[in-house]
């Protein structure tokens, strides 16, 4: 069972719309990750928040980990079509074990 | 050494068959993970190990499953009497060092159909 649920499931948007992905828990965290995964590829890491507030901006994505340390957003400003892929939040539950979110698959048509 | 390596990429098998992949992680990684896959979903936790031991395992990793990472290098996954609803992308990855800043890399999978 997951425990970090990611919203929304898909979404397909035109190149230069705003977007934003939500990742939630009823677990608190440490720290949580965002990757992006492309087809045929492992994931791979973006960012990593790990203080409740903080905002990390890397270019066009904006990440924001809550207040609570239990939810955590993306979102990415003036979309392209090289932002297609699949958006995955991981956070540590246990000792070393990293768990992954439902996931939000995202494509950007020019 | 680049990066995670996965082998095979691609694995069909027929129902009932065994089959076994191999991850060699970064070298200097001590941390090895398997997940598992189904498309558009994100990946689940089958195990992981510290060195050569096996630190846990996930509920989802029946009997006929099972991991060995012998020397703390390489690691291998093996399914038993495969099982269509076994198809999926299997993924290894690997860490190393402690904090909050770990960060997993990935190897690009073994993909298993069972037809």
């Known amino acids: 069972t997951q425990l970090l649920e990611q919203s929304p499931q898909f979404l397909s948007i035109q190149e230069g719309e705003n977007l934003t992905v939500y990742c939630n828990s009823s677990?608190?965290?440490?720290?949580l990750q965002w990757y992006r995964q492309e087809p045929g590829e492992g994931p791979v890491l973006l960012v990593t928040?790990?203080?409740?507030?903080e905002v990390k901006k890397l270019k066009r994505l904006t990440f924001q980990f809550g207040d609570a340390r239990k939810d955590s957003s993306l979102h990415i400003t003036a979309a392209q079509p090289g932002d297609t892929g699949l958006y995955l939040c991981?956070?540590?539950?246990?000792?070393?074990?990293?768990?992954f979110g439902t996931g939000t698959r995202l494509k950007v048509l020019a | 050494d680049t990066g995670v390596s996965q082998d095979p990429r691609h694995k069909i098998t027929k129902r009932g068959q065994n089959v076994t992949f191999r991850c060699d992680p970064i070298s200097e990684h001590n941390r090895l993970y398997w997940y598992r896959q189904t498309l558009g979903q994100g990946p689940e936790f089958l195990t992981y190990?510290?060195?050569?031991?096996?630190?846990?395992k996930s509920r989802l990793l029946s009997d006929r499953f099972s991991a060995e990472r012998p020397k703390g290098s390489f690691s291998t996954l093996e399914i038993q009497r495969t099982e269509q609803g076994d198809s999926a992308m299997y993924l290894c990855a690997s860490t190393q060092g402690i904090g909050l800043n770990t960060e997993a890399f990935f190897g690009q999978g073994t993909r298993l159909t069972v037809v």
């Open positions: 190990f510290q060195n050569e031991a096996q630190l846990e």
């Open positions: 991981a956070a540590e539950s246990g000792t070393y074990k990293y768990i």
């Open positions: 677990s608190v965290f440490s720290s």
């Open positions: 928040v790990v203080t409740g507030g």
